[in-house]
Each structure stands twice: as structure tokens, then as C-alpha cells.
């Protein structure tokens, strides 16, 4: 696990409440949107990769899915996820503390019906990096199962929390996951941060080919 980059994660998370996170979405509505495009059923795995405290895990919980993982390299972020949620929704979730450019845990998934990434990939900056994320979607994602990435766009900030990124349109992503993917929907779409400012995104939905 990269050391650094848990520090740096885990700083963030206990310097700040939930709400005041630059990326907290009291609602997670793009997100959902994409969800409810992809044909499932309730008690399929659906892996938030980087949940951190993310109310996306908290409308899985909500709506009845029975096989959520949530995933990030801090732990403090998913302790303040579960503490959120309360001890009785919490173990409906499964929960992994992992690094998805040295992934151990989420390697050892299978057939996850949906990967749901929303502002992980844009801050691998290294193609060794690219690879191994690349590599575990494509070890535990099954056949016609969904990926929904977002990023920040090409308009979009170049700096997360003192990070550089990548930036993304759909084409990019698309070239990224390679011909084993379809490419379903994608939008634009700008986030307001706590402070006002917006953030541009771009929002993907990917299909796996069932061949």
C-alpha cells in the first residue's frame, strides 16, 4: 500500500466533517441516474471503488441492494461512513480498506455485477498505476456486468486536494477500458463544491461484452 497517499487520505478526512468535503454530494444524483440504467438485481455486488464517505454507499443501503462493498484507502473515511450509516445498516455492507494501485482485498472479488468510481482513476497519474486498476476491473467485473467512472472533465480542475489529475472526456475513457467495453451513456455535468465553486465533471456508464 502506498503509505503516503493513505496519509495524505486519512489527514483530509480527519481535518474535516463529512459536508464540508470539496466532492460531498448530499445526493448522489448522477451517480444514481447511471445505476438505474443498469439491469440488475438488488442482491448482485455492487463495489464502490474509493467510497469514502459517500452517500452513494448510503442510497444502496436505502434502496435494498443486499451485496454493496465499499473500498477505499482510508479507513478513517470509511469509519466516518459507518458511523453515518449506524451499526445495524453498516453490516449490510462489506468493507475493504485497500490501495486499487496495489490491491490485495478487492483482487479477490468475483463477478461484481457494478463498479461504480466516481474521482479515483483521475488521480492515477502513473500508467503502472492505469494498469493495475485497469487489471483488477477487468479480474473481478463479470460478463455484461456495468462500470460507471467519473472524472473531472478536460474543462475541469487540474488539482484535487493539493493532487494533480488526469482529465478525462468519454473517448478517453473508452479508449482506457479498451474493446472489451461499450460505451452505454455519458453527460456532463457540474458539481457545486460547499464553498460555491463549480467542478466539471464528465459521467460515464460502461457495459462489459458478454463475449
Known amino acids: ?17 463529512v459536508d464540508e468535503l470539496t466532492w460531498y454530494e448530499e445526493i448522489p444524483a448522477p451517480s444514481i441516474k447511471l445505476l438505474s440504467r443498469c439491469k440488475i438485481n438488488k ?10 464517505a459517500s452517500t452513494f454507499v448510503d442510497y ?11 473500498a477505499d484507502i482510508s479507513e478513517i473515511a470509511l469509519g466516518k461512513l459507518k458511523e453515518r450509516l449506524g451499526n445495524e445498516k453498516a453490516r449490510t455492507v462489506k468493507w ?38 485497469l487489471s483488477t476491473l477487468k479480474k473481478v467485473i463479470k460478463k455484461g456486468g456495468y462500470v460507471i467512472i467519473a472524472a473531472f472533465s478536460l474543462k475541469g480542475a487540474k488539482k484535487c486536494t493539493g493532487l494533480d489529475v488526469k482529465n478525462y472526456d468519454p473517448n478517453m475513457l473508452a479508449e482506457f477500458l479498451g474493446e472489451d ?23 460515464t456508464l460502461f457495459q462489459r461484452n458478454q463475449l
Open 1 to 17: 500500500m502506498n503509505d503516503s497517499m493513505k496519509e495524505h487520505w486519512n489527514e483530509i478526512y480527519e481535518a474535516l466533517d
Open 43 to 52: 442482491d448482485e455486488p455492487v463495489l464502490d471503488v474509493g467510497a469514502g
Open 60 to 70: 444502496l443501503v436505502d434502496q435494498g441492494f443486499s451485496n454493496i462493498i465499499a
Open 96 to 133: 475493504i480498506v485497500d490501495d486499487i494501485t496495489q490491491p490485495v482485498h478487492i483482487r479477490n472479488l468475483k463477478d461484481v455485477a457494478v463498479w461504480h468510481d466516481r474521482a479515483v482513476l483521475h488521480f492515477l497519474l502513473e500508467k503502472r498505476q492505469q494498469d493495475m486498476y
Open 181 to 203: 467495453f461499450s460505451l452505454l451513456e455519458y453527460f456532463d455535468y457540474t458539481y457545486h463544491m460547499p464553498s460555491g465553486q463549480p467542478r466539471p465533471y464528465v459521467y
